[in-house]
């Protein structure tokens, strides 16, 4: 196992699940299953949906869920998907008690990160009221032990890593901080070299897969099924990874393997696979 913090995101070990469609994304694998084979591949974090969730504190409870991570030695455990944490419409009820169930379970795992996103709406992007907003999350998170990760998106309302740092550098607190996703980050027509640009200290996770760079359809097809294992598309992946720790960044990285072919390959072949294939990059 590498001395880096490499979390093997939610999708890199659910299998067959049903993501981006329909209401239930969950694994046909329990998440035991999925801790262990992703320790045997060489991972030491482990990243878990939010039903996935739901449906191991009813199998093991929290207390044996820790402890099965302890065993399997993860040092780090991110959750997710939390959305609509800022909005003020109707889809706020539902979105609070995700927000409630996921602080829950960060306090009582010891979770490193909650991932939270934007409007898939679209929606306008108001600053002033995301910053107003995220100081809030971001305290509820200190409250629980843990931290809350911003992930851009080219689909909703906050697209790249700059506009994301509008209310992250303004609520500048200690508990948030931005997720740097390659596939985002590319499709949002951002370039890697920026990145550097960016203070390291707002940097709190980085996620890496690859992708072709042009694609056919609909992006939120794309976001689901077209992926690939990093050094498999035509994105600049050590590139991405190079001017990112030209920030000062020397944090935790991520593998997020979204795909139609990856969904197809049982997971004792397809984590050791994107475990592999990321650490060429990291090493």
Wanted: proline content about 4%.
């Amino acid at each position: 196992m590498s001395d880096i913090g490499l979390i093997a995101g939610t999708w890199t070990t659910a299998g067959a699940a049903n993501a981006g469609y329909g209401n239930d994304d969950r694994s046909p694998h329990d998440v035991k299953e999925r801790i262990e084979v992703a320790a045997q591949a060489g991972f030491n974090g482990f990243g878990v949906g939010y039903l996935d969730l739901l449906d191991a504190e009813k199998q093991f409870g929290f207390a044996t869920l820790k402890s099965i991570l302890a065993d399997n030695g993860m040092k780090y455990l991110e959750l997710e998907f939390l959305d609509n944490w800022f909005v003020t419409d109707d889809r706020r009820v539902a979105a609070d008690q995700v927000r409630a169930d996921m602080f829950r379970a960060a306090e009582a795992l010891g979770a490193r990160h909650i991932k939270v996103g934007g409007d898939f709406t679209g929606g306008e992007f108001d600053a002033d009221h995301m910053t107003e907003e995220f100081v809030q999350l971001c305290t509820e998170a200190a409250n629980a032990g843990t931290t809350v990760v911003f992930e851009p998106m080219p689909f909703v309302n906050v697209k790249t890593p700059q506009q994301a740092l509008e209310f992250i550098a303004a609520a500048d607190h200690p508990s948030g901080g931005l997720l740097l996703d390659i596939w985002h980050v590319a499709r949002a027509d951002v370039d890697f070299a920026s990145l550097a640009d960016i203070p390291a200290k707002y940097i709190f996770d980085v996620e890496l897969d690859d992708a072709p760079l042009s694609f056919e359809g609909d992006i939120i097809a794309d976001t689901f099924n077209g992926r690939r294992l990093p050094g498999q598309g035509e994105l600049d992946v050590q590139g991405f990874v190079d001017a990112i720790r030209s920030t000062g960044y020397d944090g935790i990285y991520g593998v997020e393997i979204l795909s139609t072919e990856y969904r197809q390959i049982p997971i004792r072949e397809a984590v050791p696979a994107a475990y592999e294939a990321t650490m060429k990059f990291l090493r």
